[in-house]
């Protein structure tokens, strides 16, 4: 008959250690990169940093909603002429060879391209890529619930 007082009690009590050194341990959802800490706009600086770290990932740049040259939202920027890429035909018509406009509609939340030579858009994969991101920078930029939903 073995009486073995209880003398393990210790090991009951002690705390218990987990560290989760996971991805969200390691990025907190609101971290800012110390490139763009100087940003007035903090929503801007976040999601900056983390379409960076998502790029870095394999996120393709042309669906970011954020510019890194710029520093800017993706409709705040997409009008200059370094968002012309001939090579991609990102904001080119081929047919005309030359740049298109771009117009942002902040209320509505839209965006438009158009040639300022054959006054289309090109509808093709490229084109449809600019538009969509420009609408989902206006919607980021918009939405107070940004912060919220992560
Ligand atoms: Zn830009
Ligand atoms: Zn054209």
């Known amino acids: 008959m073995s009486t073995q007082p209880h003398s393990q009690l210790s090991q009951a009590v002690l705390p218990l250690r987990r560290n989760r050194r996971d991805r969200l341990a390691l990025h907190p959802a609101d971290h800012v990169d110390a490139r763009y800490a100087d940003l007035a706009d903090r ?8 379409e960076d770290r998502d790029e870095e990932n394999g996120l393709d740049p042309m669906e970011r909603t954020t510019c890194r040259t710029h520093r800017r939202w993706l409709h705040q920027c997409v009008s200059s002429p370094l968002h012309v890429i001939i090579v991609t035909g990102h904001r080119w018509c081929r047919d005309c060879e030359c740049a298109l406009t771009v117009a942002v509609d902040q209320l509505a ?16 994969r490229a084109t449809r890529q600019v538009i969509r991101a420009v609408r989902a920078s206006l919607a980021a930029a918009a939405d107070p619930g940004f912060q919220m939903s992560m």
């Open 43 to 50: 929503r801007l600086a976040i999601t900056l940093s983390t």
């Open 109 to 124: 939340g839209d965006v438009s391209l158009n040639c300022p030579r054959c006054h289309r858009a090109p509808d093709n």
